[in-house]
T-cell receptor
Framework: DVKVTQSSRYLVKRTGEKVFLECVQD?????MFWYRQDPGLGLRLIYF???????EKGDIPEGYSVSREKKERFSLILESASTNQTSMYLC?????????????FGPGTRLTVT | DAKTTQPPSMDCAEGRAANLPCNHS???????VYWYRQIHSQGPQYIIH???NNETNEMASLIITEDRKSSTLILPHATLRDTAVYYC??????????????FGSGTQLTVLP
């Protein structure tokens, strides 16, 4: 079974804090993704990585950065958290051979910025 | 990506088969049908995908009509844990650049005891 884990289920941070969200997958997948999910807006792709140290911007990268130093780990960084970054953050991974859209998601981190 | 249409909600008795329909009448020849579900407050879960042949895995079966304009996801013995929103997506296969997974409104399946 593919397993994608995220460092926290719930997180509360203050405006201006630097926030790290960690994601680890155990299936040797090449691709890893960070999304946020908000009511009425669906899933929105923040960043994507198709290999170690490689990254591509998704549709809403502003205010975020990512790091992929090891194949199994993909980190999302909020450089200076703001209240409009309160959201559910979802990490996913996929195998290049099985296709980008067969994605396996983690349980999500519900981040609240106060 | 082709547009999909799903009923907003369905009920199913526990232990019975749940048959979830999806219409995708504008699907093109190279587009795949993907199914995901999302249980409340959890991340989406990939279920199955197919092109033209019927597919089965440990979670579900996918039946695609011969003209490919509709499909049905079958959960053979629904349990209470299958209560979730089920999303049908039609996409061209890609092993390259990522694309945003866009879910429509899906079908809320409620499995009743």
């Amino acid at each position: 079974d593919v397993k994608v884990t995220q460092s926290s289920r719930y997180l509360v941070k203050r405006t201006g804090e630097k926030v790290f969200l960690e994601c680890v997958q155990d299936m040797d997948h090449e691709n890893m993704f960070w999304y946020r999910q908000d009511p009425g807006l669906g899933l929105r792709l923040i960043y994507f990585s198709y290999d170690v140290k490689m990254k591509e911007k998704g549709d809403i990268p502003e205010g975020y950065s990512v790091s992929r130093e090891k194949k199994e780990r993909f980190s999302l960084i909020l450089e200076s958290a703001s209240t409009n970054q309160t959201s559910m953050y979802l990490c996913a991974s996929s195998s290049r051979g099985r296709g980008t859209d067969e994605q396996y998601f983690g349980p999500g981190t519900r981040l609240t910025v106060t | 990506d082709a547009k999909t249409t799903q009923p907003p909600s369905m009920d199913c008795a526990e232990g019975r088969a749940a048959n979830l329909p999806c219409n995708h009448s504008t699907i093109s020849g190279n587009e795949y049908v993907y199914w995901y579900r999302q249980i409340h407050s959890q991340g989406p879960q990939y279920i199955i995908h197919g092109l033209k042949n019927n597919e089965t895995n440990e979670m579900a079966s996918l039946i695609i009509t011969e003209d490919r304009k509709s499909s049905t996801l079958i959960l053979p013995h629904a349990t209470l844990r299958d209560t979730a929103v089920y999303y049908c997506i039609v996409r061209f296969f890609s092993s390259g650049s990522a694309r945003q997974l866009t879910f429509g409104s899906g079908t809320q399946l409620t499995v009743l005891p």
